[in-house]
């Protein structure tokens, strides 16, 4: 049991390339999330998945875009990259633990755009 | 809605003291409360959360936090750090009936020898 998994885990861009983040998860979570965590900013919702075949904007949606393409799988892509968009990125699977519902994150992808 | 503020960006605190880090919350429905830890260059991890019933929440690690409804707050408390526990702390609030978790700005806890 992996729970979140997350690739590439560093990615360095230039300004104007696209990438693909991609993430995984094997607890069989209905809810699926994309973050972004800045210094003292905390993490900010990008985007979000309540279940398979649905996604919703977050907080800080703009210059992003999701598929939801199984109930494994949520990847988050940047079409044109921006230096703001130079970040650590944290996809989530929410679940029940023991009767309780948890978030689970995965290690994080740290992104760097030139 | 939901907001979460943390009202200290970082705590230093010296081995073996007890320390508090302080959350409180805005939200106009009941909600779920969260402490999550994150090591330096790694993911969020779990301390403890608060969904219903006793309002002394027991974490992992020996943390520990307290819901207080009539204060909005959350703080988590630990009383004898460890250098192990440095680390940043965030707290995270969730509405009843919302996916989303809005996480606080986060405490630096620097645990000194």
């Known amino acids: 049991n992996a729970g979140v998994t997350q690739t590439p885990k560093f990615q360095v861009l230039k300004t104007g390339q696209s990438m693909t983040l991609q993430c995984a998860q094997d607890?069989?979570?209905?809810?699926m999330y994309w973050y972004r965590q800045d210094p003292g900013m905390g993490l900010r919702l990008i985007y979000y998945?309540?279940?398979?075949?649905?996604?919703d904007k977050g907080e800080v949606p703009n210059g992003y875009n999701v598929s939801r393409l199984n109930k494994r799988e949520f990847s988050l892509r940047l079409e044109s990259a921006a230096p703001s968009q130079t970040s650590v990125y944290f996809c989530?699977?929410?679940?029940?633990?023991?009767?309780?519902?948890?978030?689970?994150f995965g290690p994080g992808t740290r992104l760097l755009v030139l | 809605a939901q907001s979460v503020t943390q009202l200290d960006s970082q705590v230093p605190v010296f081995e073996e003291a007890p320390v508090e880090l302080r959350c409180n919350y805005s939200?106009?429905?009941?909600?779920?409360l969260f402490w999550y830890v994150q090591y330096p260059n790694q993911g969020l991890q779990l301390l403890l959360k608060?969904?219903?019933?006793?309002?002394l929440v027991k974490g992992i690690n020996g943390f520990e936090a307290e819901f207080n409804k009539s204060q909005t707050s959350f703080h988590l408390r630990k009383p004898s750090v460890h250098i192990s526990d440095t680390a940043e702390y965030f707290c995270?609030?969730?509405?009843?009936?919302?996916?989303?978790?809005?996480f606080g700005k986060g405490t630096k806890l620097s645990v000194i020898p």
């Open positions: 989530a699977s929410r679940g029940q633990d023991r009767g309780q519902e948890t978030q689970y």
């Open positions: 607890m069989n979570h209905n809810s």
């Open positions: 998945s309540a279940s398979e075949g649905t996604t």
């Open positions: 939200s106009s429905v009941s909600v779920y």
């Open positions: 608060y969904l219903s019933g006793s309002t």
């Open positions: 995270a609030v969730k509405g009843a009936g919302s996916y989303q978790l809005t």
